[in-house]
């Protein structure tokens, strides 16, 4: 695998109280929190190894929770790290935040240098394609490889749609976990166990007795409009790149995966198979070993 000097023994941040470490995880993972220059506190999921970093990125309106059986099924020896974006899941949103996705990208800076990371791959999903494409282009040294599952960029006006209904609604609460669920978007393909796992981790009690997700409505609202803009002419990624999608996605399709490729002529193209847009609760064993054959082939040699 792609190693270098270990550091075993860091644990950057603190621990707070919070949803806790369960399985798929073993206690070699921790949850930590750490305020950024940014303003923001962000929360993440870190385990310590040997080897070139590997920082994992979440959708819009999950938390980064939905990496936990892809991060199990890897089990990398590399530092990993998977963080909240500002005002979701246990990630805080300061008063005045904005939302783009620029500021997601700033606080993602922040946080890989206030870890001293020189050299790291990046690994995303949905929304986290987008930003470690984003990245990958702000940070042509630091970032050596990308992996993005079903990037968005110019996102259709339909889904964007109907993103807006399914928040509006969500918004009002939920009384019991099974409503929860019946209204969780792309769950189809899900195995018992995920979806326990999911309602564990993205859920929480409010003062109203009802349940809500863990999320900052204005702020994913704001971020999935971002998200709808075309500006591919932004990105410029030179790295290696892989780019996949899942099999039956109704969010971004074939033809906006042909897009990226074009836009990254060096990226290879892969299909998920049995995933809609949940690319890591869809089908997290299919994710793993694209990361995993992804990561080893191009990362084998790098040194920082």
């Not at 590997?54 to 990398?76: C, K, P």
């Not at 971002?226 to 932004?234: E, M, N, R, V, Y």
Request: hydrophobic share 45%; proline share 6%; glycine share 8%.
């Amino acid at each position: 695998m792609f190693k270098t000097a270990a550091h075993a023994a860091f644990l950057p941040g603190e621990a707070f109280e919070g949803v806790g470490l369960r399985p798929p995880l073993d206690p070699s993972y921790a949850m930590r929190r750490m305020r950024l220059p940014t303003g923001v506190t962000m929360a993440f999921t870190w385990r310590p190894g040997s080897g070139l970093p590997v920082l994992f990125l979440t959708a819009n309106r999950t938390t980064r929770r939905i990496f936990d059986f892809v991060l199990a099924r890897l089990d990398l020896p590399n530092p990993v790290l998977a963080p909240d974006y500002r005002g979701l899941g246990e990630s805080d949103a300061p008063e005045g935040s904005l939302f783009r996705l620029e500021e997601h990208r700033e606080d993602l800076v922040a946080l890989t240098r206030a870890l001293g990371w020189k050299r790291f791959a990046v690994v995303g999903q949905a929304t986290g394609g987008t930003l470690a494409l984003m990245l990958a282009t702000r940070l042509s040294e630091g970032v050596v490889a990308v992996a993005a599952g079903d990037p968005a960029i110019g996102l259709r006006d339909d889904v964007f749609a109907l993103f807006l209904d399914q928040v509006e609604r969500h918004d009002r609460g939920f009384a019991t976990r099974a409503e929860a669920l019946a209204e969780t978007p792309f769950r189809e393909a899900w195995s018992e166990t995920v979806a326990e796992h999911w309602l564990d981790t993205a859920l929480m009690a409010c003062p109203d007795g009802r349940l809500r997700w863990r999320y900052d409505v204005a702020g994913i609202t704001e971020t999935q409009r971002a998200l709808t803009a075309g500006f591919w002419g932004d990105i410029a990624v030179a790295q290696p790149t892989l780019l996949f999608g899942g099999e039956h996605c109704t969010v971004i399709g074939e033809a906006a995966m042909r897009r990226a490729q074009a836009a990254i002529p060096q990226a290879r193209l892969e299909v998920l198979a049995g995933a809609n847009h949940r690319l890591t609760q869809d089908n997290p064993a299919g994710f793993a070993a694209l990361v995993r054959d992804f990561l080893a082939k191009e990362c084998a040699t790098v040194a920082f």
